[in-house]
């Protein structure tokens, strides 16, 4: 861990938004690591708290209760300090979800439509996804987020061989700067 960057964000929450497959998870757990913050995920979360797995919820109950299920687990999550949060890909499409995300510094991680379809081919764990057309899917989700992610405080321009270790650097760097200019203003 590197003390220097838990001390400038002084407890303040990540929250790491951006279509599925952007790499939220996986850079989320790096950044926490070098944060010395927790990682939560909110899609486990739910998994955890309905007892069933995403595409089960959505089978049995629909989106619209997975909508408010994942507005219940982030109203308990921003409640807290030192995390680094990993959300579902549509935790923006709820208004309200955005008074919670605002208590922390909101990191989208932007990835091209092309780098997310080859990442999610073949995942059957994505219910949105269960498409005749994916691709399309994909295309008409991310259309429809995307004025929705611009609202993040920070925006990272994921490239096809960005690491996961490059984009976690470049999200610290970017999260000083917005830190940095807070403070002065």
Do not use: C
Not at 1 to 28: C, D, E, H, R, W
Not at 82 to 100: E, M, P, R
Request: hydrophobic share 40%; glycine share 8%.
């Amino acid at each position: 861990m590197n003390v220097s960057n838990k001390k400038f964000l002084q407890g303040v929450n990540l929250y790491l938004v951006g279509m599925m497959g952007a790499g939220k998870t996986t850079v989320g757990e790096l950044l926490s690591q070098n944060l010395g913050y927790r990682f939560l995920d909110t899609d486990n979360l739910i998994s955890q708290v309905a007892g069933k797995s995403i595409n089960e919820i959505f089978a049995d109950d629909g989106e619209a209760a997975f909508r408010q299920l994942e507005t219940n687990v982030l109203a308990q999550v921003s409640s807290y300090k030192n995390l680094t949060i990993a959300t579902g890909g549509g935790i923006v499409l709820n208004h309200f979800n955005w008074s919670y995300l605002q208590h922390g510094i909101v990191v989208w991680l932007d990835a091209p439509i092309e780098v997310l379809h080859s990442r999610l081919q073949g995942d059957q764990t994505r219910p949105l996804l269960q498409d005749r057309d994916p691709l399309g899917k994909l295309q008409a989700l991310l259309e429809e987020r995307r004025p929705l992610y611009a609202n993040a405080d920070v925006h990272i321009h994921v490239e096809p061989k960005s690491t996961p270790e490059q984009l976690t650097m470049l999200v610290l760097a970017e999260v000083k700067k917005v830190v940095k200019s807070s403070v002065l203003n």
